[in-house]
């Protein structure tokens, strides 16, 4: 399959054929990776308005709080896929971002680090 270009929102959780003005990470993907892509944005949708909505009750604190967790740990999965289509230009945002920790020690597939 061939790759395209394509202009992710993660903010606006859009993906686009052409730039816009909002800021947008540009990847290049197949259909099949666009696919993945796509579940990985509405999952983030889901995880947000699951946090959000808990987020209007004053005594419940987030700090433990399994669904912000998960928002958190989906989130970085995110980014991580973008990363792994993105053009050096959207890596590189990515690394400034420093979000990524399995970026600085390209040896987190080694036995201890999960």
Known sequence: M?????YVSVS????E???SRSEQLEIE?????LNELQARLEREEHDYNVTSGR??????S?????ATEAFSEHLLELYAYIYELGTPSTREHIESMD?????KNQNMDLPGYK
């Open 2 to 6: 061939e790759k395209e270009q394509y």
């Open 12 to 15: 606006a959780r859009t993906i």
């Open 17 to 19: 054929t052409s730039p």
């Open 29 to 33: 993907a197949t259909e099949q990776e």
């Open 55 to 60: 987020a209007l009750i004053p005594y419940k």
């Open 62 to 66: 987030a700090e433990r709080d399994p």
């Open 99 to 103: 979000i990524l920790p399995e970026l």
